[in-house]
């Protein structure tokens, strides 16, 4: 935590940059935010609490920040719900509707909206220096929010336990509370059980496994039918890690396997190396072993990924952080820094070209609703481009292409570029590696921070020749779901101003574009 104290600087960028302000993305209208906290629907609303500095635009004074949307596109910023004070932080957490006031907080009639999060405790507390879990409660729909008076309601006694995510489980032998937390530097999750959300018992833990270089955070679990099979449930456990995600720095992983009440078991198809061998013993084979592991996004800015609680027919549903710690603090934004992905719906599938014999993974689409499409005419195309309709700004962009690549070598969509062409964001799928390459390289300002200019890529193997992409792209971001939401790749650009352009192009053969729309959200 230290280190991002002290790379957090003072503005630099007091230009204020409207051009790069998303449309349909979340971000607070002049301060600095980080991971999405207490996702929770509530009374007909999507509420979203976020770690959040209310009183500047980089990190520090973490407080629960607070914005609410009927539709998770559209969100309205209210007053900082749960404010830093001289004894503690308020760092990253859960909300969950208390149905059956087994905390007291609320009444039957009407349950009270419960926020377990984590306090950074500091000197003044007597608690200095340890992280341990606490309680605040609102009886008004989450506009306001007291702190319970028997705080911290669980800890280790370690300075790094942190982040919980609670849900109810109902299980052969009924039905209790459920925290998963992190013992972030052990790369460890661990599971609390509670009857009132005030006392907790140990459940078990679970780690390291996978990509275990770098710091566990924000863990989430939660179960999800196969192929929608109510009969055929798995369970999903999120471990977001820091650094050491598989395009460098901040990103997150995921397990599918078994929760039994006490114990999450990992299926063996979710293992990229066998248990026991831990890759922090070598870094070499840390990272050999990286692209093994699952992936919630391959691109560089998607962090901290939890889902809501209590949403209608138990849909399950994400929102990131849209950034990365390397240089999370430096974005040339201003008066804001940081905002979220889109909220993005889960389903696990067995089929496709990331499943191996039958394993199980995540798909993910994003949740979005707008007028209809532009729908351009199939062609083919061969050393040739297509020019799609320019970004307009105050709004965002979704191409929706389906494209068989045939002999080509290359298919490139080049996004937000400039009229000479020097500048854009090259979205590539090449034939012969079979890989989905986003290349930030040329998007605009790269300069701010060394780390920044980068080219991601994931593995794709077409499903019947086919690719199908789904590319949002909202001033200042570039999200892209392939094959039905199966790979995705999410990274921020920062585009000179004017740089609107979006084209398509082939390169090396023919292929054809079977579908070429593309709608405008604002
Ligand atoms: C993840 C994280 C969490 C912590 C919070 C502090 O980005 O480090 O582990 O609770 O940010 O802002």
Redesign the pocket.
């Known amino acids: ?1 230290s280190s ?1 104290l002290d790379a957090a600087r003072p503005e630099t960028a007091p230009a204020v940059t409207t051009r790069f302000r998303p449309a349909i993305h979340f971000t607070a209208r002049d301060t600095w935010l ?2 999405p906290n207490g996702l929770v629907f509530h009374h007909g609303l999507y509420h979203l609490f976020y ?1 959040n500095n209310p009183y500047g635009n980089v ?1 520090g004074n ?1 407080s629960w920040g607070h914005a609410t949307s009927p539709d998770l596109l559209h969100w309205t910023e209210n007053p900082v719900a749960i404010a830093c004070d001289e004894t503690e ?1 308020i ?3 859960s909300v969950v509707v208390d149905h059956g006031n087994t905390s007291g907080f609320g009444t039957a009639d009407a349950p009270a909206l419960v926020a377990i999060y ?1 306090s ?1 405790f500091k000197a003044p507390s007597g608690h200095g220096g340890t ?1 341990a879990q606490s309680l605040a409660y609102s009886t008004d729909a989450g506009m306001t929010w007291r702190k319970y008076a028997g705080n911290p309601v669980l800890t280790r006694n370690s300075a790094n336990f ?2 919980p995510k609670v849900f109810r489980y109902h299980g052969e032998h009924g039905a209790y509370w459920v925290m998963a937390a ?1 013992e ?1 530097q052990q790369q460890k999750v661990v599971l609390y059980r509670s009857e009132d959300l005030k006392s907790w018992d140990f459940l078990s833990d679970f780690g390291p496994a996978n990509a275990d270089a770098g ?1 566990w ?2 863990p989430d679990l939660f179960p999800l039918p196969v192929d929608g099979d109510p009969e055929n449930t798995k369970w999903v456990l999120i471990v ?1 890690v ?1 650094p050491g995600a598989v395009a460098g720095g ?1 990103g997150g992983q995921y397990f599918v396997g078994q929760f039994d009440g006490v114990r999450f078991l990992p299926d063996d198809g979710s293992l990229a190396a066998p248990a026991g061998v831990s890759s922090l013993a070598d870094p070499r084979a840390a990272a050999a072993a990286l692209p093994q592991c699952l992936w919630l996004d391959w691109g560089r800015d998607c ?2 990924s939890v889902s809501f609680s209590n949403t209608p027919d138990d849909r399950r549903i994400i929102i990131g ?1 849209m950034n990365n ?1 390397d240089y999370a603090n430096e974005l040339p934004t201003a008066p804001w820094r940081s905002s979220m992905t889109l909220a993005r719906e889960l389903r696990l599938t067995t089929a496709g070209p990331t499943a191996v014999d039958g394993s199980v993974r995540l798909v993910q689409q994003p949740v979005l609703a707008g007028p209809p499409a532009e729908v351009m005419d199939t062609v083919q195309l061969h050393d040739s481009a297509v020019r799609l309709p320019d970004a307009v700004p105050g709004s965002a962009q979704v191409i929706d292409a389906e494209i068989l690549p045939g002999s080509a070598g290359r298919v490139d969509f080049r996004l937000l570029g400039s009229s000479d062409g020097s500048e854009g964001t090259i979205l590539s799928y090449d034939t012969r590696s079979a890989r989905l390459i986003l290349d930030r390289r040329y998007s605009g300002n790269t300069g701010f921070h060394a780390k920044f200019a980068s080219a991601e890529s994931a593995p794709l193997v077409l499903e019947d020749g086919v690719l199908t992409v789904q590319i949002v792209v909202d001033h200042c971001s570039v999200e892209v779901f392939a094959q039905g939401g199966k790979v995705v790749l999410t990274d921020l650009i920062f585009p000179s101003e004017g740089s609107r352009e979006n084209w398509l192009s082939v390169e090396g053969g023919p292929a054809t574009i079977l579908k070429l729309e593309v709608s405008t959200l604002a």
């Open positions: 935590m991002r980080n991971d770690q990190w973490m932080d760092f990253s957490g984590t950074a992280q942190r982040d992190v972030a710091e955070e924000c977001n820091n901040s962090y901290a952080w710690w």
